[in-house]
């Protein structure tokens, strides 16, 4: 596909349950980043692979948080036992390289609603 | 830890220049980066500034000065459609992760 996309678009779970959203960056690019934004605030690092490696997950803030990227292209974040907190809009970007400076490239976004 | 401080909002007229600005306190810092992001839409990158001094891409430029860890987004000529958030963001550690500030919402009027 032409940019990165993110399925699916919106998601409504119940507090507690496992949730499952997936990433298919740019054809070729190396690198694949998670972030995740509340309303009226910026987008906050979670984790960013190179390749099929998690290069720094720092920013996943707890272990309910997991994500995956097994072929080094498609990146699935998953979130066990959700809380009305984890409700935002997960972005997923990616980058040639992963060079400091590339361009990010970022999909539209998955919206997260946890009742 | 590092934060990131932008006004939040900034309004300018039809044609005219805005500068948008950007002080940030980190550690290891490598770089900084503009993001616009429309209502709805996904960020887009605008520019990287790793070194001092001003990089110029069309009707926008941005500055960074390292010793006052400060940086600026300067556009010009503005249209109906720079109204958008637009955030610094910057690089710190090892590979691309980028900090972003909380945004600066820009309103451009006739």
């Known amino acids: 596909g032409a940019g990165v996309s993110q399925t699916p678009s919106n998601k409504v779970t119940e507090k507690g349950k496992y949730v499952e959203l997936r990433c298919d960056p740019i054809s070729g690019h190396t690198a694949l980043y998670w972030y995740r934004q509340s309303l009226g605030q910026g987008p906050e690092f979670l984790i960013y692979?190179?390749?099929?490696?998690?290069?720094?997950d720092s920013g996943l803030p707890n272990d309910r948080f997991f994500a995956v990227r097994p072929e080094g292209s498609v990146s699935t974040l998953k979130i066990q036992r959700t809380e009305r907190g984890d409700s935002a809009v997960y972005l997923c970007a990616s980058s040639l390289i992963g060079g400091r400076g590339d361009e990010q490239f970022f999909g539209p976004g998955t919206r997260l609603t946890v009742l | 830890g590092q934060s990131l401080e932008q006004p939040s909002e900034v309004t300018a007229v039809e044609g005219a220049i805005v500068q948008i600005n950007c002080t940030y306190q980190t550690s290891g810092f490598y770089g900084l980066s503009w993001y616009q992001q429309h209502d709805g839409g996904a960020p887009t990158f605008l520019s990287y500034n790793a070194l001092d001094g001003l990089e110029e891409t069309g009707r926008f430029s941005s500055f960074l000065s390292r010793s006052d860890s400060y940086g600026y987004l300067l556009l010009q000529e503005l249209q109906m459609k720079d109204s958008a958030s637009y955030f610094c963001?910057?690089?710190?550690?090892?590979?691309?992760?980028?900090?972003f500030g909380t945004g600066t919402q820009l309103k451009v009027e006739l």
């Open positions: 963001a910057v690089i710190t550690g090892g590979g691309n992760k980028l900090t």
């Open positions: 692979f190179q390749g099929t490696g998690a290069a720094d």
